[in-house]
Every structure is written in C-alpha cells, then in structure tokens.
C-alpha cells in the first residue's frame, strides 16, 4: 500500500508543481541579491541571508529560512488535507477499502507519503539553492565559515551541521502532516482539511505574539521551526532544537492518533 501512494505522489503533477512553485522565492531573492549586492543587515531578515553574499553555500540554509515560516507549510497542508479527503472527492476511498486492505494501512500509507513529499520538498530547495548560490553568489571563504556565535566553522562541520538542519525542518513538518491529515479525515473537502489545516498554524503564529499566552508558548507548533539556526553556534545549543523535536513528535502522536480514530468509524458509503 505504501508503494502504490508513492508512485501516485510521483506521478501527480501537482507534486512537483507544488516544489517548483516552494523554489521561486529563493530563485528571487538569489537572483535580486546577485544583480544588487544588496543583503540585509545581520540579524534582520531571514536566517543565513545577510551571510550570502559573502559565502552562496549559505543559501540552502537561507532558502530554508524563507519557505518554512509560510510557503512550506501550506504545501504540506495542501498535500495532507488531500490524503483521504481528496479520495472521497474523487469517489475512489470506498474502492480502495474494499481490496484487503485495513484502513490502519491505509492511514499509515497516506502519512509516509506526505512524509516523502516533505523530504522531497527540502531536498529540492536545498539542491536548488546550492547551485544558486555557487552560481550568483560565489564559493565559500577557504578560511572556513563563521557561525552565528562568530567562531569559525571548517566545512566538513558546516557539511555535518547542515544535514541535521535538513533532517530537523523535515522533523519540523510532521506536526503539520499530522494535522493536515486528521483534518482530512473530518471533511469530504481537500480544500476544507488544507484550510483547517493553516488555521491552526496561524492561530499559533498569532499566540506567539501574545503575552497572555506565555503559559502555551512552549507547546506551539511554529514556536521552534527556526531553532535549526542554533544547530551553527559555536557550541551547538541543543535547548531549543530538542525541544522543537519533541513538540513535533507530540503534535505527530496526538493527531496521527486522532485521525485514526475518526477515520476507524468513518462511513464512506455515504
């Protein structure tokens, strides 16, 4: 069951439609940076971005920082609130249950596949902007990188540091995954999940910026996406990272949970 969602996630054009469309912010912002020599004053903008133009391996790390507030999650959103929503749109859920297959696997098999999506997503970016950034922007100092703590990194750290900011903002999207798919199996509308879906997510951007939500702020879902910047100070501060991780996988347990719940009861007859 597993390998017929992925074939279906990579033939389906809207998937790579969706990770074309993720790359033209930092296709822009390369290109704007490349053409102007103009990058923001060190710690404004995204993370990474006021470092680019002095060093494009960077830009991965940058081009990161500019989809995942926003543009990443949505597309996890769109992609999720399609699992099982989309399948009753479209009047095929009611087949895919009658072959011998339980809808715990079919749950399962829907949530690796908006998992592979993520990781396909991030890789994507990430590839996309380390040719952009050799390109436009040039090759990293033969000195070595200097961390956020202002230390200098070599760059097999910096290879090592920045594979683990790839594998925790994949970590970072489980949570939306999770959602997206609960909320799919509540509505009959894909539109419906992906809507409810960024619901949530800009309820906890807003309560992040509420100070009678202090209280709640640890256990946000947006409150520790960017803490992958830590993962590059000189030492490592694996506070928040961990944290993140852990937030991501209690948000993963409770909704997955709650999805299969629902969708063990759900009348597809109908």
């Known amino acids: 069951m597993i390998r017929v969602e ?15 469309a993720l790359n033209a912010l930092p ?5 704007l940076l490349a053409v102007t020599d103009l990058g923001p004053r060190p710690g404004t903008g995204p993370p990474f971005l006021s470092a680019v ?6 830009f991965p790390l940058a081009a990161l920082g500019i989809v995942l507030p926003l543009f990443l999650p949505v597309a996890v959103a769109v992609v999720g609130g399609d699992a099982i929503a989309g399948e009753v749109q479209s009047d095929t859920l009611r087949y895919l249950l ?22 396909l997503a991030v ?23 200097v961390s956020v703590s202002g230390s200098t990194l070599t ?48 309820a906890s951007t807003v309560l992040l910026g ?24 000189d030492p490592i501060r694996w506070g928040d990272v961990v944290d993140g991780v852990l937030t991501q996988l209690g948000y993963l347990v409770v909704f997955a949970g709650a999805a299969w719940a629902n969708f063990a009861t759900k009348d597809v007859n109908r």
Do not use: C, N
């Open 6 to 20: 992925l074939v279906k996630l990579m033939t389906r054009p809207r998937t790579w439609i969706t990770i074309l």
């Open 27 to 31: 296709t822009l912002v390369a290109v």
């Open 53 to 58: 133009l002095t060093d494009g391996t960077l």
């Open 98 to 119: 009658v072959r011998p297959v339980s809808r715990l696997r079919l749950l399962v098999a829907k949530l690796v596949s908006v998992v592979v999506f993520v990781v």
């Open 123 to 145: 890789l994507a970016v990430a590839v996309v902007a380390y040719v952009e950034g050799r390109l436009l922007l040039g090759d990293a100092p033969a000195t070595g990188v």
């Open 155 to 202: 760059q097999a750290e910096m290879t090592q540091r920045t594979g683990l900011a790839f594998v925790y903002v994949v970590l970072a999207m489980l949570g939306v995954a999770a959602i997206a798919l609960f909320f799919s199996t509540l509505t009959d509308s894909a539109v419906g999940a992906a809507l409810g879906t960024i619901g949530v997510l800009v």
């Open 210 to 233: 509420l100070d009678a939500a202090d209280a709640i702020k640890p256990y946000l879902m947006t409150r520790h996406w960017l803490a992958f910047v830590d993962l590059f100070r």
